[in-house]
């Protein structure tokens, strides 16, 4: 098959997806690890959470031999203990709720990252560089499956950082190994990649940034509050229930706290990341091919 210099000169011309790919994450990673100060004002809230909710509302107390021993009657301490934590362990699944709380904290910090995907998006606009972009040859999926990872990167970064600060304010990691961290940010990844997803699908024709960040908020609080991240699915209403079994974020703490803190769910590990990873290509793949029609040079 004999090759024209035209040929070659189109060819040199249409950008390789995957160079694209990383040149557009690199180029907003950089925007992010080049302000520190942006870093620490994300910790923030999860870690006041963790400080708050983990250690003022920590249930454990309540079921101490402190908390129930009766005057006059000289019950053991540690038999009062036994109780305490047995009940502990019959409705959180561990005696630690900090530890319960700081897994939940987790796919706060992936989710609440996740919606900046989107965001980015809108800037880019209102900066006029999606425009210079979109005339340009660059595949149009590169530019959505690179704001995706950007978002991806930053909140697994960022999920270290909370662990981190959380085994430092005591959580326990019980049945804690290398298999185990890289399942629980291996769910964090999917859930990440589809809320990242959901949220540059959002933007794609969005140059508000206050209706964006409008819609992030009123989808993150609700899938945050309407999962098992503060309490277990089984002390919830039973309408409460339904939306908690079909929420991604659940799906993913579930996951976590099976693989950090042993805690044994009836779903089985594997329906979780079927599920989660279903979640997270079917969002992809709506954003590359809505790209294609949305992000027109």
Do not use: C
């Amino acid at each position: 098959m004999k090759t024209t210099k035209r040929g070659v000169k189109e060819r040199a011309a249409t950008p390789n997806f995957f160079r694209s790919l990383w040149s557009l994450t690199n180029r907003d990673l950089k925007k992010w690890y080049a302000a520190p100060a942006i870093l620490i004002i994300s910790l923030i809230q999860p870690v006041i959470w963790l400080g708050l909710f983990g250690k003022a509302f920590n249930f454990g107390n309540l079921f101490s031999a402190s908390a129930f021993n009766i005057p006059g009657l000289n019950i053991p301490a540690n038999l009062l203990n036994t109780l305490g934590n047995t009940v502990m362990t019959n409705i959180f699944g561990t005696t630690s709720y900090f530890s319960f709380l700081a897994v939940g904290m987790l796919a706060f910090i992936v989710l609440f990252t996740s919606m900046m995907s989107g965001m980015s998006i809108v800037w880019d606009r209102r900066l006029g560089f999606l425009d210079k972009l979109l005339t340009t040859p660059v595949p149009r999926g590169s530019i959505v499956i690179g704001k995706i990872l950007n978002g991806v990167i930053r909140s697994l970064a960022q999920a270290v950082i909370v662990l981190v600060i959380a085994i430092l304010l005591g959580m326990t990691l019980t049945h804690v190994s290398a298999t185990g961290i890289a399942l629980a940010f291996g769910a964090l990844f999917l859930l990440g990649f589809g809320m990242s997803s959901l949220f540059v699908l959002l933007a794609l024709k969005s140059k508000d940034w206050q209706t964006q960040m409008a819609i992030a908020n009123l989808l993150n609080l609700p899938l945050l509050f309407m999962s098992n991240a503060f309490f277990p699915t089984s002390a919830m209403p039973s309408w409460l229930q339904a939306i908690a079994n079909v929420n991604p974020v659940s799906f993913t703490i579930e996951i976590g706290r099976q693989a950090l803190l042993g805690i044994q769910f009836s779903t089985p590990m594997l329906y979780n990341f079927i599920y989660l990873g279903v979640f997270a290509v079917a969002l992809g793949i709506i954003s590359i091919v809505l790209s294609w029609k949305l992000l027109k040079g």
